[in-house]
């Protein structure tokens, strides 16, 4: 190497004196470097004007731009409009940050991102007498030989915060700077160091200042439109800045919006492949694939790096950064720990805007989509705030919570007896969530250190969560009665539509069999019954039961009718809809050994309305073949002698007198017919042992009933003594 070729105009002496071991040396050759940069800025060029320091730069230094970038930052004059401001052109000639940047030192003025953690008043301060103005970035940015997007990591924090200075003309002038930074970064996407100014772009998401915020929300969208799966290992900081932003109102519009398109995009960027073995895959150079006509096609605001607004520079001291677990140019892997933390705590706060809400719930399911295998792991963490969650305000919420909650229970993932460790610390709460508390229910569940949970018998298409949701959703209805009373049936009905609807009653039956809050099970009992017989959704099911022709129709009706026991009411509208009509004339006439309540004779009075409605259109049709339906007439007119003389009472009355005579209706083949009694499809079914069953049930709801008479009693009396 020739020094005084490569270095010139530098002498071969202040060269050597630059790599000394002797600190005086080094520092004394900085000197003279600074003092030939300031007198070359200042002498006047051939066309009479004087040259930037970044002209001298170019003709004195025309190998090693990059080597002279800080001393260029701190000897460029202040740009005309700059003169008025509180903006310095740099320290003074011989200080010791330039000496520092001789020495290999990093300068004073280059920052370096500190979480949000450190003393942001200082740190403002400090750029505001080093930081070099916007103006001459510009200046920096048309010189040819010098890349500027290799020192963006480095002055990207120390723009934005300039961004929120309160002089106009400054905030004006960053913004052009920006917009330029951001041109040519869409210009040249494959020379960019994305993963180094993630972290940087999170911290200025989350600032209360709008014109910051929305300006690096712009920078964000561009990033992971432009890296791709580089920004992968960012997303749990990218989702903590963006998904607060998403339940934004009006004023903060532009905001919302761009994050809304940041939170889309990151959502594209996971794919089944994440769910593989945690191997490293290699990044996708998209940004190398990338075109600036596609770029320019992107919302507005983006090219001057978002739009004039109100400035205010404080920022907030709780800004998190999420380390990444790679860089760009390392093998990425999608790491859900930290996503799902941040899912799970936006979940759980009740203050967060809806369209937040939503959001999470939507990353939760396309997570479980896309990565079951390694959802699962976390599915013990997010089972109970998943389950809170049915109690949101928001029906579009719990419509969302519901679909995460089927897919869980559905996946085949979820069958595995061993899902594997967290991907990192073990983010899984204690199991308490998924046990139920009465010993009744004990041998359903299996040991509270084990994984899984037995699938229900007759849930042998559902995974080991479908039971322990069921039992959980009962659990909570019963802990929660408004819950049950206002979204018990719109959250039973959308979960027939979004899993197999005879699973979902055989389960709730089977599980209410063993109820042993035995008002509870008769109030659950009353909701599901309501919710057979008039949900359009449980159309094909009423048909299934309807005849009862197959193995499976009726086991599904004896596993009802055992839990509808609880409910003397419901179990006769059962046999009613299963055309059982000798046993549901057999129940009525077991009534006069019951005690008739109030809540007794009003649920009558709502069977009799639901006869009359389109479901039992086939049972009123039957009035008509009274030879083949004696016992239809029969329970119908025992209902008829249990109701007083109310409006339906009159209802049923004059039904009943529609019935024709049967002499009347007598042709040659039904003299030959012999009456049905019962469904010839269900003759397998022992009906004695029902009953039985049924009167063992109702026995135990009477004594009950008494205990709590009783115990009013005797506290009656104790207050009266």
Known sequence: MNPEKDFAPLTPNIV???????????????LEIEKFLFEANRAPSSSGHTPSGLACLSHVFPSTPGICMPWAYMTLPLHPEHTKSRWHPGPPLGSRSASKCCLGRA???????????????????????????????????????????????????????????????????????????????????????????????????????????????CWMREFIQLAGRVMLPYSSGILTAVLPCLAYDDRKKSIKEVANVCNQSLMK??????????????????QAEAKPEDSSAKQEGTASGGPDGSCDSSFGGSIGVFSPASTERAPVTLHLDGIVQVLNCHLSDM????????????????LYIKTPRKMFRHTDSLFPILLQT???????????????????????????????????????????????PTPGRASLLSTPGAKGL???????????????????????????????????????????????????????????????????????????????????????????????????????????????????VTTVSLCFLTQNYRHAYDLIQKFGDLEVTVDFLTEVDKLVQLIECPIFTYLRLQLLDVKNNPYLIKALYGLLMLLPQSSAFQLLSHRLQCVPNPELL??????????????????????????????????????????????????????VL
């Open 107 to 217: 300068p004073a003025h280059r920052p370096v991102p500190d979480g949000g953690r450190g003393d942001t008043g200082s740190r403002a301060a400090d750029f505001a007498y080093w930081f070099p103005p916007p103006g001459q970035i510009l200046v920096l940015e048309s010189v040819p030989d010098i890349n500027l997007l290799d020192y963006l990591p480095e002055i990207l924090d120390g723009l934005f915060q300039i961004l929120g200075d309160n002089g106009k003309e400054i905030r004006k002038m960053c913004e052009v700077v920006l917009g330029e930074f951001l041109k040519e970064i869409k210009k040249n996407p494959s020379s960019v160091k994305f993963a180094e100014m993630a972290n940087i772009l999170v911290i200025h998401c989350q600032t209360t200042d709008d014109l910051i915020q929305l300006t690096a929300m």
């Open 351 to 366: 203050a967060i805007g809806m369209m937040t809400r939503i959001a999470v719930l939507k990353w939760l399911y396309h």
């Open 269 to 286: 960027l996971v794919t089944p492949e994440d769910d593989e073995p945690d191997e490293p895959k290699p990044v996708v150079q998209k």
């Open 390 to 436: 049915l109690s949101d305000e928001s029906d579009e919420v719990i419509l969302k919570d519901l679909e995460v909650l089927a897919e869980i229970a559905s996946s085949p993932a979820g069958q595995t007896d061993d899902a594997g460790p967290p991907d990192g610390p073990d983010l899984r709460v204690g199991h308490s969530e998924l046990q139920v």
């Open 454 to 568: 037995e699938c229900s018998p007759s849930t042998p298409t559902m995974n080991s969560y479908f039971y322990k949701f069921m039992i959980n959703l009962l659990k909570r209805f019963s802990s929660e009665r408004k819950l049950l009373e206002v979204r018990g049936a719109f959250i039973i009905r959308q979960l027939c539509l979004l899993l197999n609807a005879e699973n979902i009653f055989h389960s709730m039956a089977d599980i209410l069999l063993r109820e042993e809050d035995l008002k509870f099970a008769s109030t659950m009992v009353h909701t599901l019954n309501t919710i057979l017989l008039t949900s359009t959704e449980l159309f094909q099911l009423r048909n299934q039961l309807k005849d009862l022709r197959t193995p499976e129709s009726r086991n599904l009706f004896c596993c009802l009718y055992r839990s509808w026991c609880h409910n003397p």
């Open 666 to 719: 007598q042709t040659e083949d039904g003299l030959k017919a012999a009456p049905r009694s019962q469904n010839a499809d269900s003759l397998s079914i022992d009906y004695a042992e029902l009953l039985q069953h049924f009167e063992r049930v109702q026995k135990k709801h009477l004594e009950v009933r008494h205990q709590r008479s009783g115990r009013g009693d005797h506290l009656d009396r104790r207050v």
């Open 16 to 30: 050597r004196a630059l790599n000394d071991k002797l600190y005086e040396k080094r520092k004394v050759a900085a």
